[in-house]
């Protein structure tokens, strides 16, 4: 990659569509645009542009596109594949978080319309002010924004009763690597007007095109949401007492998470005032939420019949209910710490991969034997949304470890268990995406001409190859 | 188009992949894959190859490729705007009609693996066989084949709770133009590894690739479905009682269909044994279904619950649940029958529209006045999936109006409609596609880069436009 600055006149260019103050170019304004969570990678740029409206966004392209100059499209900059990063100082960001309008909200159609940069917090906040309900969730919901979450598909921990990102999104509005605009704005339920486009740019990873706005599915509230914490034997136990609650609770189960002792262990090591909510250790725990239409006491009778019936069935072999709102969200922070609480213990290599559903046992038994064979003492802290088959499959460190030592293993260990993931036909992607980490695995990893047909799609979209070049394809 | 026949040893070639018997060139044969369902395009080809594999369909288009010869893909044949019809002595048709067996079923995973030729009916059956439940649900379903269903994303009656056919699917296995096999059958609730092409093949028409095998989504078979239905006043009034019944019933409201009072006079009028479930006409009526998870005492406590709210509120003006299956089944049969009882009325004039939910009542009106002005004495019929927006907005000929003089209006009639749907950001393909009917329509209602990116896609896909031409784009 030739790393000579972009000329200032071009950059002048730019700046004068969004405006001097938009346009930053002082080190310590580009900083945080630059660096990512996992600090896999550290990102370089010419300039961050902050366009204010959908027209700047595509003049900007069309100036890039004049003058061949590469994009690099981002949001909250919580992804964790380098999608946002750029990769030069040839590379101008254009962050999307001045886009942060909520257009329009029908409370009868159910859908809300949102601009890129709304982060996706205020998406669930204004779909509670409309009386209704976004159900897309994930840690960090605080700062990622909506248009990354539909440019990554990003998955979460509703998936299991409403879908991933994907799923949850009628329409969006796109600009072009050529700076035209793609109106697909739609707030229709159903559409057969030719290919659907809108797939494309949702998991595009903005290679397609940068969504700069978006009409979201919105859900009735829930008038009751209940948690409970389960300690069981064994990930087969755990996928029972999974069949139980589909069966019993059908579209009313809105969580199944999985987490290992050693997760649990980790929480209660490093954050002040965590509890086990069990009395005694177990082996694996499940946090099951429950969700009802109609009442609190609804979601409670399903709960209750869930965790009987895995009494009954010898798959529980203890269970909480959260008795209040407070005790619900310290069931959800012991499952949303569980990734933060490795940090304390060293280096950690990371998973994010699935299988189909019933094959959870079998990959986490033959992956835990391999990465124990590979790596003595290495602690594999496996969860995640068992109810999708998705695990999170991280390695943390042996004790006393050499950090960098164990790091500089990451693409070893992860050959070993993609490995055993691609013999299930799973993903070694399920929802974080491919952006540069995982690029050339895809290359290697699709059959038959599935990256072909990509690159010539990449082709069609953006033939002067401006828009996030080096990411996904 | 040139309607020199293929030359007698090229179409032996593809006769030999198939073997005889299944290469159809005896008029008698072949008649029936040269109708459609509502007679507008009578269909002309050379040759019907009846392929009983994916290898199969794989030499074809490797043929076809070769020679540049023109295939049109075709399943049950009961698409409504052509796209499975051949057009020319010159074009093949490949029926996928043999390859009708279910692969796999995983109970766990709640997937089912099916060929594309596999019946509708015979997939709901598989699913039942497997205590599972599959919602696609069509008039046609007793004929139509799920490889068509998921090339023209189908809709039918189960769309409220669970989606079109492309939400229905997590994978699907396609031949291309190259006769390469794109090899997607993927069992994963969760994959995020590069552009998701399964959703341009799913809505394709046929015209990127040949869906040749497809992973189904399977659902807990609801414990009881609850029928009733309703006399109100008003497309209004009906969509006051659909957000009283999204609200108490969520997740388990599983259709809410709208019928004009004249649709069950034509029904009254020409189905034997057909009689109105309710004591008294009213103007208007809906169809309102709730499924339960749990039991059918649960489902006819919802249903209650929102037949009283109707009540109370003043929209309902009466309803009847239904009192056993066999009634269930026959007020099914009533919203069934509409497009049926239409045909000894004479001509009709068909729409498959939508809008936004909250503006159908607002459409129907605006379409009423126009029809009423344009054509005198035109009878409308417009019924369907109220909770999608989705609306068959049919007109029927005037009473003792010449048929072939009114059907010649059949063009101006949509451009009437579908001005007053294109003002209120609808579409005139809400689930029907678009095939050969609505081509130049698409062409020409598209704003901005949308059709070219679809031209791109389509040379990317098959630059020598030998799969399925003329259709969609």
Chains 1, 2 share one sequence.
């Not at 164990?406 to 490995?419: C, K, P, S, T």
């Not at 990449?458 to 828009?467: S, V």
Request: aromatic content about 6%; proline content about 6%; glycine content about 10%.
């Amino acid at each position: 990659m030739i790393d000579t600055p972009l000329p200032a006149d071009l950059l002048a260019r730019f700046a004068a569509i969004v405006g001097e103050r938009n346009a930053l170019t002082d080190p310590d304004l580009v900083e945080p645009y630059l660096h990512e969570p996992r600090d896999l990678f550290h990102g370089r740029t010419g300039m961050v542009l902050r366009p204010g409206s959908t027209d700047e966004v595509a003049a900007i392209m069309r100036l890039a596109s004049e003058t061949r100059t590469t994009i690099v499209p981002q949001g909250g900059n919580t992804g964790l594949v380098g999608g946002q990063s750029p990769r030069s100082p040839r590379e101008i960001v254009v962050s999307l978080s001045r886009m942060d309008k909520v257009r329009a909200v029908d409370p009868v159609g159910r859908t809300l319309t949102v601009e890129a940069g709304v982060v996706l917090k205020r998406v669930q906040e204004a779909a509670d002010a409309a009386g209704l309900f976004f159900p897309l969730s994930l840690g960090s919901e605080g700062s990622c924004q909506i248009g990354g979450n539909l440019s990554s598909n990003a998955g979460g921990t509703g998936v299991l009763a409403y879908g991933n990102s994907r799923d949850l999104c009628l329409g969006v509005e796109a600009v072009l690597a050529s700076g035209e605009i793609f109106h697909g704005l739609r707030r229709l339920k159903k559409d057969n007007r030719g290919y659907d486009l809108r797939h494309l740019f949702i998991g595009g990873e903005g290679t397609l095109g940068i969504i700069t706005a978006a009409v979201l599915k919105l859900f009735p509230k829930p008038a009751g949401r209940e948690v409970a914490y389960v300690g069981l034997a064994s990930p087969e136990a755990a996928l029972q007492l999974l069949r139980h609650a589909e069966r019993l609770a059908g579209p009313q189960l809105s969580a199944f998470e999985l987490m290992p002792r050693i997760g649990m262990e980790f929480t209660l090591r490093h954050r002040q005032g965590a509890r086990d909510p069990l009395q005694t250790p177990h082996a694996w725990y499940v946090l099951i939420e429950i969700s009802s239409s109609r009442s609190a006491e609804d979601a409670r009778d399903t709960l209750e019949a869930v965790l009987t019936e895995g009494f009954e069935a010898g798959v529980v072999d203890d269970a909480v209910p959260a008795k209040s709102l407070a005790e619900a969200n310290a069931f959800w922070a012991m499952r949303e710490e569980l990734s933060w609480a490795q940090k304390p213990e060293g280096g950690s290599i990371k998973h994010d991969v699935a299988v189909p559903v019933a094959l959870v046992p079998e990959f986490l038994a033959k992956a835990d034997r391999a990465v124990a064979e590979a790596m003595p003492g290495a602690r594999v802290v496996a969860f995640g949304h068992l109810g999708d088959g998705n695990i999170h499959y991280n390695i943390s460190q042996p004790v006393g470890a050499d950090t960098a030592a164990f790091l500089a293993r990451w693409h070893e260990m992860n050959v070993i268990v993609h490995g055993i993931v691609a013999s299930m036909d799973g993903t070694f992607s399920a929802e974080h995406g491919i952006g540069q980490l995982k690029r050339d695995e895809l290359a290697a990893s699709k059959r038959g001409p599935e990256i072909e047909l990509m690159r010539r799609i990449k082709a069609a979209f953006d033939p002067d190859d401006i828009l996030n070049p080096g990411k996904l394809v």
